[in-house]
């Protein structure tokens, strides 16, 4: 049976690997940089949820810089995605599914470390959200537009969503790989519908969204 912590690792260094693929990919389709751009926000799109969970539970110094494995899975996704990114036909769609996976590991290993180090259900989801989040949220103030996480109304949900249903399978005594796949596969499906039929939290009464 595989222990939690290293469910939670394998999850992590999963996330850290679409991120940087997503970031990356960005990079060179929105904001055409050259490899040190690139380089930098595939890392900072993937460590950065990371290190706002760290730094927020107090586990410092963050596990980015603990565990050497992070920054090798980062640096390579990065490049994976400048060698190969202008060949993608679907380049707007593959940017998308990665960005939905990374927020579905983080989201879940984010609820998790919170539950770990003692915090409260509720604050466990929130801080899996911000897990989720935080990655995608920094590489969109980097290249100058306005983040995800506050235009598109499904994009914070499917996170709490996903960190929701961790807290829940923690507090039923349920941890390990089934629940962390439902979790996974919720939060995923959840973004990627949203996405499909521009579907958008509610927004104030009399407002229309441009």
């Given at each position: 049976?595989?222990?939690v912590s290293t469910l939670l690792l394998a999850l992590d260094l999963a996330g850290t690997a679409v991120f940087a693929l997503n970031g990356a990919l960005t990079a060179v389709r929105a904001a055409r940089l050259d490899i040190v751009g690139v380089l930098t926000l595939g890392i900072v799109t993937a460590i950065g949820g990371g290190i706002v969970r760290d730094v927020i539970i107090g586990y410092l110094p963050p596990s980015t810089f603990r565990d050497w494995r992070y920054l090798v899975v980062a640096a390579t996704g990065a490049l994976v995605a400048f060698v190969?990114?202008?060949?993608?036909?679907?380049?707007?769609?593959?940017?998308?599914?990665?960005?939905?996976?990374?927020?579905?590991?983080?989201?879940?290993?984010?609820?998790?470390?919170?539950?770990?180090?003692?915090l409260?259900?509720?604050?466990?989801?929130?801080?899996?959200a911000i897990t989720g989040v935080g990655g995608g949220t920094?590489?969109?103030?980097?290249?100058?537009?306005?983040?995800?996480v506050l235009s598109s109304g499904l994009?914070?949900?499917?996170?709490?969503?996903?960190?929701?249903i961790t807290v829940v399978a923690a507090e039923l005594g349920l941890r390990g790989w089934p629940a962390a796949v439902v979790a996974v596969v919720a939060c995923f499906v959840i973004r990627l519908v949203g996405i499909r039929y521009d579907l958008n939290a509610p927004e104030p009464p009399g407002t229309q969204r441009a």
């Open positions: 049976m595989i222990h190969w990114g202008r060949r993608l036909d679907r380049m707007t769609f593959a940017i998308d599914v990665f960005d939905a996976l990374g927020l579905s590991f983080f989201a879940v290993t984010g609820a998790s470390k919170a539950l770990d180090a003692g409260g259900p509720i604050q466990a989801m929130v801080l899996g920094i590489r969109d103030v980097m290249i100058g537009r306005v983040p995800t994009y914070a949900i499917p996170a709490l969503v996903g960190a929701a």
